[in-house]
């Protein structure tokens, strides 16, 4: 056997690492470095060819020292090899394009994904894989770790201790897997203070941290203006609502990000109510800080949410809901995307999201031809998770129905919630996903499938509700799907008998089955119908970002 | 502007009301006026659009619209700025609910 490690040598990590902190001191570079001097830290600790992680999710993002890392010397520092949960910024593709990093493994790259397509068409870029953010956060623990990581908190002390207030997301996990493997690890802050509201990271495993030039970006992901939500996806939502909801008895789960969601959140104070559902359904949550479900934690729908990250301008009213939010000792929140993503996986009887296409095996994706915009959570939440052994009522019937009475596990809801045409008159229903020719143009092993069609247990369209777990042959899959696509062209070729058939079995249920009237499918069922009615609800707390003003 | 006429069979609609309108004339959006008609089994449907070339699909929204709704003896004229069939459909069936005052 050819042992891995010179003889004698068992921590060539560790003396890199003091070697690396040694190059730094020499340039007078001690734990608090000046912003402009960022760069020479950068080109003195990271090497070429070293795994760095950079921190940046949809939400917060360590920015200045991403541009500062852009802005290095491509001589000094070249073949990096970038583990990041999300390519976001400008910043993050001119590494590649600047000859600074070459590979990288990700998660989500939605407003960079036309760039990085072309990166990958030109071999500017060799891309590892694209992942899942549990996905991506195991391997930084396994064969990603990092040697160097770039993160990103609100506020340090002197000591170097770190305050990273609401909007902690991924920097536990990368913090953990960089400073306990001989890696280091370099914060951003927005400020120093004398003392930190509370110590998020611990100042012994931050090597340096630097007072940025002006605060981290923080994009305002998860708010959804009500005054967009349409009446289609009001009937939608209602029909989720009885047809799910109400009869799994859906206590916890997730929601996407979508004004198809977005609808039902804020029908739960409302219809949802006055179908007797308060507290039989929708209590418990792994969710971002949606301003959108504000109303019904008022009514008093909500008892517990746990959160990915903040939201921008939901600071105040989480602070003053702490029995729903969990908030530190300080009051303020504390997110983190590992544990709620664990949450969503294991804990939650239901995800329903939204996607661009669908095929007739009840595959879904968001790759569309010429980008690449990865995964985010949704893969994740949206399976089946075959490691779960407790049970719930939710989880129970939904596995009784696929397996029989004596189905020896249960079954994660996980529902497709879509409109048949998007813009344009695009069909969300398709024969083959364009995932599969993007798979050919980039090289992929793999076709970049969000959710596979097997986890997938229902689909809701304006059509009506399709149960996948009570069909019994993939004909019967397929006919339900084509049942629920309208007037798509995949919908449009339905067995119409077979769907009658379907239907006749409660596998396809439409608003008329569920006794819903259309004439109620209208915006004033909404609790909120926009953004300032928010604001009213949350009796002042919530602060809307300017873009979200109106008045 | 695109003109269409359609005419499906349908099961007679009851009406509670002499005519009903829904819906409004905005992009994306569509209004829709159902009045009685001359045939007690036959919706007749005319549509203006100002989306070109969707005839087929109209054709099958109105064709499963009569099929899946008791609207005979109806009239129906469209204006239309470009709604989805998923809008059309919702529409159609608000306004029949008008019509009849919810019985379907």
């Known amino acids: ?327 530190g000792a300080d009051g303020s929140m504390r997110s983190n995307r590992a544990f709620s993503q664990t949450a969503g996986l294991y804990a939650c009887d239901m995800f329903i999201g939204s996607t661009l296409q669908m095929d007739l095996a009840g595959n879904s994706s968001t790759a569309t031809l010429g980008r690449i915009t990865g995964f985010g959570g949704a893969p994740n939440m949206g399976s089946d998770p075959h490691g779960r052994r407790h049970a719930s009522p939710a989880w129970l019937k939904a596995g009784r129905e696929a397996g029989g009475p004596n189905a020896i596990r249960g079954r994660k809801l996980v529902v497709q919630m879509v409109e048949t045409f998007r813009e344009h008159m695009a069909p969300v229903f398709v024969e083959e996903l364009d995932a599969w020719k993007l798979q050919e143009s980039m090289g992929m092993e793999l076709p970049p499938i969000m959710i596979y069609g097997d986890d997938v247990t229902h689909i809701v369209t304006e059509e009506g509700i399709a149960n996948l777990l009570l069909c019994r042959t993939p004909e019967e899959r397929e006919q339900a799907i084509r049942g629920v696509a309208g007037f798509t062209p995949v919908g449009m070729a339905r067995d119409r008998q077979m769907v009658e058939q379907l239907r006749q079995r409660g596998v396809i249920r439409r608003a008329e089955d569920l006794g819903i009237d259309p004439r109620r499918a209208n915006r004033d069922l909404l609790a909120a119908r926009s953004i300032k009615d928010l604001v009213r609800w949350s009796g002042g707390l919530y602060a809307p970002p300017a873009r979200f003003r109106n008045w | 502007m695109e003109k269409l006429e359609f005419r499906f069979p349908a099961q007679p609609a009851t009406p509670a009301a002499g005519a009903a309108l829904c819906g409004v004339v905005g992009s994306g959006n569509l209004e829709i006026l159902i009045r009685p008609g001359d045939e007690a089994d036959t919706c007749v449907v005319s549509v203006k659009t100002s989306a070109r070339g969707f005839g087929r699909i109209w054709e099958a929204v109105i064709a499963e619209f009569a099929a899946r709704h008791a609207a005979g003896g109806t009239r129906i004229a469209i204006n239309d700025m470009g709604a989805t069939p998923a809008v059309v459909s919702l529409r159609l069936g608000q306004a029949l609910g008008e019509y009849t005052g919810g019985v379907q």
């Open chain 1, 1 to 327: 056997m050819n042992a891995p490690h010179p003889a004698g040598a068992w921590d060539t990590r560790r003396r890199g690492r003091q070697q690396r902190l040694e190059r730094a001191a020499a340039l007078g570079l001690a734990r608090r470095v000046e912003a402009p001097r960022v760069g020479e830290l950068l080109e003195a600790v990271i090497e070429p060819g070293d795994r760095v992680c950079l921190e940046g999710n949809n939400q917060k993002q360590a920015d200045f020292l991403s541009e500062t890392l852009a802005d290095c010397s491509p001589e000094r520092l070249h073949d990096l090899h970038m583990v990041q949960s999300v390519l976001a910024l400008p910043s993050h593709v001119d590494l590649f394009e600047r000859g600074i990093a070459s590979k990288l493994d990700f998660s989500f790259s939605g407003p960079q994904g036309g760039r990085l397509a072309r990166l990958v068409q030109d071999r500017q870029i060799e891309i590892g894989a694209i992942h899942t953010y549990l996905e991506l956060f195991g391997r930084y623990f396994v064969d990603l770790t990092p040697n160097v990581c770039l993160i990103a908190a609100h506020a340090a002390d002197a000591a170097g201790n770190l305050y990273t207030g609401p909007n902690t997301e991924d920097t536990p996990a990368i913090v953990e897997a960089t400073a306990f493997k001989g890696g280091i690890v370099i914060a951003q802050v927005n400020e120093l203070v004398d003392t930190l509201p509370r110590v998020d990271v611990p100042a012994d495993w931050v090597d340096f941290y630097v007072v940025a030039p002006r605060p981290n970006y923080i994009e305002p992901l998860f708010t959804r203006d009500p005054a967009q939500i349409t009446d289609v996806q009001v009937l939608m939502a209602m029909m989720a609502l009885k047809g799910i909801y109400a009869e799994y008895g859906v206590k916890r789960l997730n929601h996407g990000i979508g004004f198809d969601t977005a609808a039902i959140e804020l029908l739960l104070p409302t219809y949802a109510t006055e179908l007797g559902l308060k507290g039989k359904i929708c209590t418990h949550w792994a969710l971002n800080p949606h301003p959108t479900l504000i109303p019904a934690i008022e009514s008093g729908c909500v008892e517990s949410i746990h959160s990915f990250g903040s939201e921008v301008g939901m600071e105040n009213y989480i602070a003053a809901r702490s029995d729903v939010f969990f908030t």
